[in-house]
């Protein structure tokens, strides 16, 4: 193959061969930089720029091995670091498959959808739930307040080119913050408290993974049962009081979290 879609491809489908693949990458066999992490790298260059656009397939592993003179193992491992990042996919009678990447998000102190902006991926916000309650239990105790206290209910869908993403559901004290729904479309919680003149300090996270419910799967458009990642957060303001609880849900199809880690002498 060399770019040209044979007479069983689907139609609109591009199929890349070896020579096609080949020019995308620039391999240094004497770099100490294992060669399927750099066969990895170029590639996903390549789909994170759009050069190779969702719906791109590929060539069998043992064809790309033998043209490129590299071993089916190196092909192989490189091509799954890929599916594990949620760029390529693989199917049953098609082979494997550029998706459109997801969502990569730094754990850092910023708003989903500041991050998402700054990304380019045109985020969207569906206000479902903006209320006043008194906190139940669990509320209360993350907030530092007795229960039955008065507390704003946030629950949000939020949705990325086109793509839902995440439900957030967030508590703060009401009688540190309200807000419109009409604000929550249109700006990022943690700039909304900014806004208000509330300064963010710190946050204690946890991040988790599941099974979505059958009304989980059906609001962020995933199958029955599909995987989720969780994220509980407390953030605290300036004066060390606790200002927002956060309980999100995440489409791990289209979304992931990225640490980076330092190493200490």
Same mark, same amino acid.
């Given at each position: 193959?060399?770019?040209?879609?044979?007479p069983g491809?689907?139609?609109g489908?591009?199929?890349?061969?070896?020579?096609?693949?080949?020019?995308l990458l620039?391999?240094?066999?004497?770099?100490?930089?294992?060669l399927?992490?750099?066969?990895?790298?170029h590639?996903?260059?390549?789909?994170e720029n759009?050069?190779?656009?969702?719906? @791109?397939q590929?060539?069998?592993?043992?064809?790309?091995?033998e043209?490129?003179?590299?071993?089916?193992?190196t092909?192989?491992?490189a091509l799954?670091?890929?599916?594990?990042?949620g760029?390529?996919?693989?199917?049953r009678?098609v082979?494997?498959?550029?998706v459109?990447?997801?969502?990569?998000r730094?754990?850092?102190?910023?708003s989903?959808?500041?991050?998402?902006?700054?990304?380019?991926?045109?985020p969207?916000?569906?206000?479902? @739930?903006n209320?006043r309650?008194?906190?139940p239990?669990?509320v209360a105790?993350?907030?530092g307040?007795?229960?039955?206290?008065?507390?704003?209910?946030?629950?949000?869908?939020?949705?990325?080119s086109?793509?839902a993403?995440a439900r957030m559901t967030?508590h703060?004290p009401?009688?540190?913050?309200?807000v419109?729904?009409?604000?929550l479309?249109?700006?990022?919680?943690?700039?909304?408290?900014?806004s208000?003149g509330?300064?963010?300090?710190?946050?204690?996270?946890?991040i988790g993974?599941?099974?979505?419910t059958?009304?989980e799967?059906r @609001?962020?458009?995933?199958?029955?049962?599909?995987?989720?990642?969780?994220?509980?957060?407390i953030t605290?303001?300036?004066?060390?009081?606790?200002?927002?609880?956060?309980?999100?849900?995440?489409a791990?199809?289209?979304?992931?979290?990225e640490?980076?880690?330092?190493?200490?002498?």
């Amino acid at each position: 193959m060399n770019g040209s879609r044979s007479p069983g491809d689907r139609r609109g489908v591009r199929t890349l061969g070896a020579s096609t693949v080949l020019g995308l990458l620039d391999l240094d066999r004497t770099s100490p930089v294992p060669l399927y992490f750099q066969v990895a790298g170029h590639l996903q260059a390549a789909i994170e720029n759009g050069t190779l656009p969702p719906g @791109t397939q590929f060539a069998s592993e043992l064809r790309l091995a033998e043209e490129l003179g590299l071993s089916r193992p190196t092909v192989r491992r490189a091509l799954a670091y890929l599916v594990e990042r949620g760029l390529l996919v693989r199917r049953r009678g098609v082979g494997t498959e550029v998706v459109k990447p997801r969502v990569r998000r730094p754990l850092e102190l910023t708003s989903l959808y500041d991050d998402l902006a700054a990304a380019g991926q045109r985020p969207t916000t569906r206000v479902l @739930t903006n209320e006043r309650i008194a906190a139940p239990a669990d509320v209360a105790e993350a907030l530092g307040l007795p229960e039955g206290a008065p507390v704003i209910r946030l629950v949000r869908l939020r949705s990325a080119s086109g793509q839902a993403i995440a439900r957030m559901t967030n508590h703060l004290p009401a009688d540190r913050f309200e807000v419109s729904s009409q604000a929550l479309e249109q700006h990022g919680l943690y700039r909304l408290l900014r806004s208000a003149g509330i300064t963010l300090h710190a946050a204690n996270q946890a991040i988790g993974a599941r099974r979505a419910t059958v009304e989980e799967a059906r @609001t962020l458009n995933e199958s029955r049962g599909a995987a989720l990642l969780t994220m509980q957060r407390i953030t605290y303001a300036i004066d060390d009081s606790v200002i927002e609880f956060g309980s999100h849900i995440y489409a791990a199809s289209r979304y992931s979290f990225e640490i980076s880690l330092l190493t200490t002498s």
